[in-house]
């Protein structure tokens, strides 16, 4: 039977079983698995229709002492926002961290952070994240490759196993107080794109960490976490000491099954604009400088730390694509295809 000793942890984690439910459903399993072993409770906010595969997750997560579930009456359009705020209602514990379901359980990470009391030098902590191609994933799944072993091909230019690196993501460690304190996530960012942004910015603001001069309305992802610039240049700042540490989380793969159509794009652009309205105040100015990028500042933070940059050079990869990160010729030749 199992029995709660030290719960010190819960995992919010939205759940929108429209597309891959059976996939999803596996892998909230799994979770909700790696959860209990660890004492960590998960809550999660379900987009509920009363349809099958819906109950169908309410039932096999109910056997999971550790998991509670809110429901949220389903919309046209998913609101990541308010199923993590439902989930957010259930929390029990001082510390939350913010997750997705596609991560690869791991919360060591996260409980030593908590007995280390990250709160006493970190206000909260952003964590790198890695998504796996899909024969990355397949050999993790599968035990052919432990963490480990796939972070150590990473930092050895494995390319095939991997799709890119996410610093900033939205994985962050922090105090219940905070998340409540700030109103939790803006629930006026429907579909997919940037409510997670706001969040982290809000938090930052709540902390008085931002910097004046950040060039946040520049909306230009990049595959290297050293080239970011705009407001992932300053969130992607703050995830130095992980990167440092090489503390990465692991994205598994997942194919996109058309989701990313016009109302996609269309939510996604729309969200862009509340995002740049709600910050406006802070970041008037569109910086662009040589210095726009996080790679000096890097350098320097790792030389400050005795640390050797040449550890680290597969953060300064920014070579675009995938298709060298592609496992079989049939696949390489669909991904050209199409591209």
Do not use: W
């Amino acid at each position: 039977m199992y029995e709660k000793n030290n719960e010190v942890l819960t995992c919010i984690v939205p759940i929108d079983l429209r597309r891959r439910p059976k996939d999803i459903i596996s892998r909230a399993f799994n979770l909700s698995m790696a959860a209990m072993k660890d004492d960590v409770n998960i809550s999660f906010g379900l987009n509920y229709s009363n349809d099958r595969y819906e109950n169908l997750f309410i039932k096999k997560m109910s056997t999971f002492p550790n998991v509670v579930i809110e429901l949220v009456k389903s919309k046209k359009e998913v609101n990541l926002s308010s199923l993590r705020n439902a989930a957010f209602t259930n929390v029990s514990t001082d510390d939350i961290v913010l997750l997705d379901v596609d991560i690869y359980p791991d919360f060591s990470l996260f409980i030593k952070e908590i007995k280390n009391r990250y709160y006493e030098n970190n206000n909260f902590i952003i964590y790198p994240c890695l998504y796996l191609s899909k024969f990355g994933s397949k050999s993790l799944t599968n035990n052919k490759l432990s963490i480990s072993d796939l972070l150590g091909r990473y930092f050895l230019f494995y390319r095939v196993y991997f799709l890119h690196l996410a610093s900033p993501s939205s994985i962050t460690l922090m105090k219940r107080s905070a998340y409540k304190e700030i109103g939790g996530f803006n629930e006026h960012y429907i579909g997919h794109g940037y409510e997670d942004f706001d969040f982290l910015i809000r938090l930052c603001k709540f902390y008085s960490i931002l910097p004046e001069d950040t060039d946040s309305f520049i909306d230009k992802p990049s595959r290297s976490p050293l080239f970011a610039i705009g407001y992932r240049r300053f969130l992607g700042r703050l995830c130095f000491s992980k990167l440092l540490n090489k503390e990465i989380l692991l994205h598994m793969y997942h194919d996109k099954h058309q989701c990313e159509n016009d109302s996609y794009h269309e939510h996604k652009m729309n969200n862009f604009s509340l995002f740049k309205s709600e910050h406006y105040v802070f970041f008037k100015n569109e910086v662009s400088g040589v210095n726009d990028t996080l790679i000096s500042e890097f350098i320097n933070y790792v030389s400050e730390n005795n640390c050797s940059i040449h550890d680290y050079s597969i953060y300064f990869e920014n070579k675009p694509g995938h298709v060298d990160r592609l496992d079989t010729f049939k696949r390489r030749l669909r991904f050209l295809l199409n591209g």
